[in-house]
């Protein structure tokens, strides 16, 4: 089955503990996205990536990191600068250099107590 | 990219046709319009998207108005399973490089017996 695979559907953790999500795609993909989604509103672009070992920040990178050191993997680290990490977090990935649809995983809920 | 202005809720009966507007009247001429929809705590998934031509395909059809200002985007049979908040994103593309989205609040549609 192709698609995009996010770990776990919930994450619990303590305020002040860094916590690495989970993105893996099998679609070839060259691009792929973080979001984040708060209640009641629509998602916002964390980081992207348009090929390997590149990445630049979204709207609102402050707080987050990522690498994207192989094609299929992207994962995001919140880190305990983030203020309010509490969030539905959301993967995708999409081919690049034209007008293509992007995929989605089924997301992460973090929840930081 | 260009903001789009969506209307918070609608309503639609089953078996009906739904149709869902979308105002975009700052888009420029390299930008396309997409759609998705979000069930609840799932993944957004791509419906359809076009530049200026009418689209159609196996979930829905597209239409864009001649200055390309507004589209509707329209389910033609709608069914339960077609409750979901439905975003209309307008976004530019550049060889090479990742298409990202702004999504905004969305229309939430539902669809009753």
């Known amino acids: 089955d192709g698609g995009i695979t996010q770990s776990p559907k919930y994450l619990f953790r303590k305020e002040g503990q860094n916590v690495t999500l989970s993105c893996e795609q099998n679609?070839?993909?060259?691009?792929m996205y973080w979001y984040r989604q708060d209640p009641g509103q629509g998602l916002r672009l964390i980081y992207y990536?348009?090929?390997?070992?590149?990445?630049q920040k979204g709207d609102i990178a402050e707080g987050y990191s990522v690498s994207r050191e192989k094609k299929e993997s992207f994962p995001l680290t919140v880190t305990s600068a983030q203020k309010n990490p509490t969030a539905f977090y959301l993967c995708?990935?999409?081919?690049?250099?034209?007008?293509?649809?992007?995929?989605f995983g089924p997301g992460t809920r973090l929840t930081v107590t | 990219d260009a903001k789009t202005t969506q209307p918070p809720s609608m309503d639609c009966a089953e078996g009906r046709a739904a149709n869902l507007p979308c105002n975009h009247s700052?888009?420029?001429?390299?930008?396309?319009v997409y759609w998705y929809r979000q069930i609840h705590s799932q993944g957004p998934q791509y419906i359809i998207h076009?530049?200026?031509n009418n689209e159609t395909n196996e979930m829905a059809s597209l239409i864009i108005t001649e200055d390309r200002k507004s589209s509707t985007l329209i389910l033609p049979h709608a069914t339960l399973r077609d409750t979901a908040v439905y975003y209309c994103?307008?976004?530019?593309?550049?060889?090479?490089?990742?298409?990202?989205?702004?999504f905004g609040t969305g229309t939430r549609l539902q669809v009753t017996l």
């Open positions: 990536s348009q090929i390997v070992n590149d990445f």
């Open positions: 679609l070839n993909h060259d691009a």
């Open positions: 076009g530049l200026k």
């Open positions: 995708a990935s999409s081919a690049s250099g034209g007008a293509y649809e992007q995929y």
């Open positions: 994103i307008v976004s530019s593309t550049h060889p090479g490089t990742a298409s990202k989205l702004t």
């Open positions: 700052t888009i420029s001429g390299n930008e396309y």
